[in-house]
């Protein structure tokens, strides 16, 4: 659950934030390139929906491998706790 609201708030992030940046953003100007769209109207929007997609993804990617190797570290540091025991 935690990681679809990292999800849903960084894509917002990146969406908005490539709807206010002039200049082009990778990937979302390769896409609309390969699509072969020429409005510019078009351009801004669909750029900002592929950039708000893809760097959520890459943002929750980090986010969960971040977590799973905390929870690792933490569950190690309680095993080693209990056998001092």
Request: aromatic content about 16%.
């Amino acid at each position: 659950m935690r990681g679809l609201a990292v999800f849903t708030v960084f894509c917002a992030i990146f969406l908005t934030s490539s709807l206010f940046i002039l200049s082009p953003l990778f990937p979302g100007n390769i896409v609309c390139f390969f699509l072969g769209i020429s409005e510019s109207s078009q351009i801004s929007v669909v750029s900002a929906i592929v950039n708000g997609v893809f760097y959520g993804f890459v943002v929750w990617i980090v986010f969960n491998l971040s977590f799973k190797w905390v929870e690792k570290s933490l569950s190690k540091s309680k095993i080693g706790e209990n056998q001092k025991k």
